[in-house]
């Protein structure tokens, strides 16, 4: 099974290449020649309320001519568990309130035609990890060149608890934003004098982070939520 959770049209060099992200459980996904990551890692069966992934999942990135008849570069992300995909293989948690929650996560291509995704993990493991795994399940922002050949850097982003990112956005001083939801209640990473630096107290929280334009720094975070359920889209 493959879903497809977002896709983006390239504006960086006016090539409109279209570029999408998504999860898989295909060992023979397609992917390309000199492609970041040609085999898939993930082993572990994974049930969300759609799909039943066989064989573990990995995200996805691929990227297709502007016709949508060439694909141009593709390949496999993850490591040995669950990632793309914001579940805890079918076990309940506030995270996954409406139907599809299992199933976001966001792609875009910033101004020197980088390709960055944002989406959920539960590897500790991830290449070029600038920060360390924290909780149950992280988000995970990911920059990859626009051949998808290389990875530029990896960033977890929680704490605790559950986290899952939904939306990324890049700034007009290049620096990202980020939003999602999170249970890690007591240590999710918020930054001082933020709108919100501790949690509402509900089922779940919303959070928006904005991190460097090279992933190196939180530079702000804050919780979005009150005593009910919240979580952030943009």
């Known amino acids: 099974n493959e879903t497809v959770h977002s896709l983006v049209i ?3 060099n006016d090539s409109m290449n279209l570029f999408l992200l998504g999860a898989t459980a295909s060992t023979d996904f397609p992917t390309s020649p000199g492609a970041f990551k040609r085999n898939k890692s993930s082993g572990f069966t994974i049930n969300t309320e759609i799909y039943s992934f066989a064989g573990g999942v990995d995200v996805f990135v691929s990227k297709l001519d502007s016709s949508g008849s060439n694909l141009l570069g593709s390949t496999f992300y993850g490591g040995s568990d ?3 995909i914001n579940d ?3 076990t309940y948690d ?3 309130f409406n139907y599809g929650d299992s199933h976001r996560g ?3 291509i910033d101004d020197l035609g980088n390709c960055l995704i944002a989406t959920s993990t539960r590897n500790a493991n991830l290449p070029q990890s600038l920060n360390s795994y924290s909780g149950r399940q992280d988000g995970v922002i990911v920059s990859f060149d626009n051949q998808l050949q290389n990875v530029n850097w990896t960033r977890y982003l929680g704490g605790s608890g559950t986290d899952a990112i939904y939306s990324i956005k890049v700034l007009d001083n290049d620096n990202i934003a ?3 939801g999170t249970t890690s209640y007591s240590d999710f990473p918020t930054t001082p004098n933020s709108i919100q630096p501790f949690s509402g107290g509900g089922i779940a929280d919303g959070f928006i982070s904005l991190l ?3 992933g190196t720094a939180l530079l702000n975070s804050t919780f979005v939520g009150t005593s009910n359920y919240d979580q952030v889209f943009f």
């Open 88 to 90: 805890l293989n079918g």
């Open 178 to 180: 980020v939003g999602g």
């Open 82 to 84: 669950a990632d793309g």
């Open 106 to 108: 966001e792609i875009i």
């Open 10 to 12: 390239d504006q960086s």
């Open 212 to 214: 460097a334009a090279n």
């Open 94 to 96: 506030s995270l996954l």
